[in-house]
């Protein structure tokens, strides 16, 4: 058992904070959170400078966990730009690679992952955009909800339902890749949300939008498992996020009490709030990293996975409420309001902490050990 | 007064809202509460309920000034949180002065309104006083316009500053964002000394119950919404209530904003203020924390009026809670000084 890092990674984790640092300016920050704009320039930026990389998983974690530390918004804005990337590496054909990952490794595309829709968040096999075959094409109709990267990507990955109503739920959905460039393809920007307010989430229109055959990820009926695999991998960059989100809260609390000097850092009730938020950080970081590491060397445990998100959300929320109570009236126009706005989304987005716990017992039951 | 009278208050205040309120979209967080609304307000005899007679008051009882603040704060804890500014912190300042007087009288009718400069441990206030004027930077107000403001200098004195002041305002705080919050600063303006600690006394031990009411509005608008919700959003065909660890959870909040509503009734609330203001405090933050984890994406949203309440209950929290409150908890309890070493 080793709780090390590489040296490499180590570097590589220092060369992200510097970044963050000195890119996610205060203007920019403020006016990407308060403006609600999702902030191109730095997703370019960020690429340019190799932070978000597929070669190599770890580096996608640590660059997510350290930007969310500076400013969770921005941080997530920069490296959502390649969500549902694994689902093509995975089970996409090679054309689909080329044609799609290639644009989306050099920086050049923004894609995205089309799966809830307006009826049902959590059900995901209740999903009912339809796909029809019809000379060559599928044709899409149907409308999906909360999308994030709605007005911006280039493409989609996008769960929909290619059998008929009678077929078993899981087992009539598949998976395609949609131009967001294609006749019937609309985007409604979505605005005034809680949080995370610098990326961009829409709801999206299909209207007799024609996909090529050769767009379909992997094989028909097989959806569901493809996007419940993408969300085994995508949980755990979750928790990053919410690591980076404790963390920076956490930060900024620390700061805060040695500001006020000796006789108020030596309060115990302080001292507990601070010992509490610490503990759990440090809990999930370990629990994080754990079934980061099943998961990089292709042995995932998605108990673990669901235990890392459910729990890296939660203490997101749970540092962040306790830094503003930390911080108090001084707290109403700080960056920790801004984390501790950020933060919920996490018990939501990805599966909720509801359905994470569904899926830890359930498994459990089978017979899995903690 | 009755609990039949306070009932019709209570529904008074939800048809005023229905009719005066923006909601939505374009609800009060975006307009803020106009000089339109707040005449309305006075109007209709809700900003001047607790103050005293000779400023126009109406002599309300504590029983049913605090279920109207408990009322607006289930539907915009915004409004609740300017009527407390004005009644419960300028109202006990103000009303022996004469000047004080004449303001609070306008403030009653919705003519002007005023800022509170929030005590705090730790928010650095510098001032320079001569015996007329007084030159200060106050890190954060909050309250209606810019009219005049009430204010701690850095020796702790309370001091109405009577001029116009200069509020470098925060665009989007975290809370109570149909009210203006903001860095104040005063630049030889004229100021009457209320005396020495008023504010934080008041803040500190004066308006339990005040803060209370607040809070469990804050909690009960959340939880009831949740409740109509849970009824109707299915999730895998099922209604979210059928569920039991939702049921569990909303049934719990529900239990304990009943129990603190029945505190809150009760002849000895007064005994109980201390506690019923710790309770408070936390039970809104976790019913509004609740509400938008069951609303999922939609409550996540301000045009669906769940996630103000997860932002004003903490904002309340840190506006209201504090170790020096808690030290007064832990007094109240132990009957003596305790929890420092």
Redesign the interface.
């Known amino acids: 058992m080793d709780f090390k890092f590489s040296e490499e990674h180590e570097e590589f984790r220092k060369k992200v904070r510097e970044f963050g640092k000195k890119e996610f300016t205060k203007q920019r920050i403020r006016d990407s959170?308060?403006n609600e704009k999702y902030p191109d320039e730095l997703r370019e930026l960020t690429y340019k400078n190799g932070l978000v990389s597929y070669d190599d998983p770890w580096k996608v974690l640590i660059s997510i966990e350290e930007l969310c530390s500076i400013d969770p918004g921005l941080g997530i804005s920069v490296t959502i730009p390649y969500f549902g990337a694994e689902v093509i590496m995975l089970f996409g054909s090679d054309h689909l690679k080329e044609k799609y990952l290639s644009r989306i490794n050099s920086g050049k595309a923004i894609m995205g992952l089309a799966v809830?829709e307006p009826?049902?968040?959590?059900?995901v096999a209740?999903a009912s955009t339809r796909a029809e075959k019809k000379d060559g094409h599928y044709v899409v109709n149907g409308s999906k909800?909360?999308i994030s990267n709605g007005n911006l990507a280039d493409f989609f990955i996008t769960l929909v339902r290619t059998s008929s109503k009678e077929a078993k739920r899981h087992h009539g959905l598949s998976v395609l890749v949609v131009d967001t460039n294609s006749k019937g393809f609309s985007a409604n920007k979505?605005t005034?949300?809680?949080?995370v307010r610098s990326t961009t989430t829409s709801e999206i229109l299909f209207e007799n939008l024609e996909v090529p055959e050769e767009n379909l990820v992997g094989e028909e009926g097989k959806g569901f498992y493809y996007i419940m695999t993408f969300f085994n991998i995508s949980r755990i960059f979750v928790a990053a996020q919410g690591i980076g989100v404790a963390q920076g809260a956490f930060d900024r609390a620390m700061d805060l009490v040695k500001s006020?000097g000796e006789e108020y850092s030596s309060?115990?009730?302080?001292q507990f709030a601070l010992a509490e938020m610490a503990t759990r950080i440090k809990a999930t970081r370990l629990m994080t990293y754990e079934a980061a590491s099943h998961l990089f060397s292709y042995e995932p445990i998605p108990s673990l996975t669901s235990m890392a998100k459910q729990y890296a959300g939660e203490t997101a929320?749970f540092v962040t409420?306790k830094a503003?109570?930390i911080?108090?009236?001084?707290?109403?126009?700080s960056d920790l309001?801004r984390f501790?706005?950020d933060a919920?989304?996490l018990?939501?987005?990805e599966g909720?902490?509801?359905i994470e716990?569904l899926i830890i017992a359930r498994n459990m039951l089978k017979g899995e050990k903690p | 007064m009755s609990s039949e009278i306070t009932e019709i208050l209570r529904t008074s205040v939800m048809e005023f809202v229905n009719k005066n309120v923006p909601s939505g979209e374009n609800g009060l967080e975006k307009s803020g509460i106009t000089p339109d609304l707040r005449k309305k307000l006075g109007e209709q005899g809700f900003l001047n309920l607790k103050l005293p007679a000779e400023a126009g008051g109406t002599g309300m009882d504590a029983e049913s000034y605090i279920a109207v603040l408990e009322e607006f704060a289930k539907a915009e804890p915004s409004i609740a949180m300017e009527m407390f500014f004005l009644n419960s912190v300028a109202g006990r300042v103000l009303s022996h002065f004469e000047d004080g007087i004449e303001l609070l009288k306008r403030a009653g009718r919705g003519e002007i309104s005023f800022m509170t400069a929030i005590p705090s441990e730790f928010s650095r206030i510098s001032s320079h006083s001569t015996e007329t004027t007084i030159t200060s930077d106050v890190p954060i107000a909050a309250g209606g316009s810019s009219d005049f403001l009430l204010m701690t200098d850095q020796s702790g004195r309370t001091l109405l500053v009577k001029d116009k002041i200069n509020v470098r305002k925060i665009q989007k705080p975290l809370g109570f964002r149909a009210i203006t919050w903001g860095g104040v600063e005063t630049k030889n303006s004229q100021y009457e000394d209320l005396g020495k600690g008023k504010l934080e006394e008041i803040f500190l031990k004066q308006v339990n119950l005040e803060i209370t009411a607040m809070a469990l509005g804050i909690a009960e608008g959340a939880i009831e919404k949740t409740l109509e919700y849970t009824k109707v959003r299915k999730v895998f065909n099922t209604p979210l209530k059928d569920f039991g660890p939702v049921a569990a959870a909303v049934t719990n909040m529900k239990g304990e904003i009943d129990l603190v509503k029945h505190s809150l009734d009760s002849e000895r609330r007064e005994e109980n203020s201390e506690v019923l203001r710790h309770a408070s405090l936390e039970l809104a933050l976790n019913s509004a924390r609740t509400s938008v984890q069951y609303h999922g994406g939609y409550g996540y949203f301000e045009s669906f009026g769940i996630e103000k309440f997860y932002r004003d209950a903490m904002a309340m929290k840190m506006i209201f809670g504090g170790l020096k409150p808690r030290e007064l908890l832990y007094r109240k309890i132990y009957g003596s000084d305790s929890g420092r070493i």
Request: glycine share 16%; proline share 0%; no cysteine.
């Open positions: 959170d308060i809830t009826s049902g968040g959590s059900d209740g909800m909360f979505l005034g949300k809680l949080g006020r309060r115990e009730e302080v929320v409420e503003l109570e911080a108090g009236i001084d707290g109403i126009d309001e501790f706005r919920k989304i018990e939501i987005w909720t902490s509801e716990k």
